[in-house]
């Protein structure tokens, strides 16, 4: 049996959003706000993805 890599939809909309957000502030702070909004949700994107791997129930969890 193979495991199928997690697919994180909740992590990804989470990480853009706060990415978006804290990287506005960051990109105000040196000049270029649209640019801090674009870099921080790929970034933020790309961190949550991976640090919150997977559903809230995993199939082992499951009755």
């Known amino acids: 049996m193979t495991r199928t890599p997690h697919r994180n939809g909740r992590g990804l909309f989470l990480g853009v959003v706060l990415g978006a957000v804290v990287g506005y502030f960051a990109g105000r702070a040196l000049g270029n706000p649209a640019m801090g909004i674009a870099l921080g949700a790929v970034a933020g994107a ?7 791997p997977g559903p809230w129930r995993r199939d082992r969890d499951r009755p």
Do not use: E, G, S, T
């Not at 790309?46 to 919150?52: G, K």
């Open 46 to 52: 790309a961190l949550l993805y991976r640090v919150n």
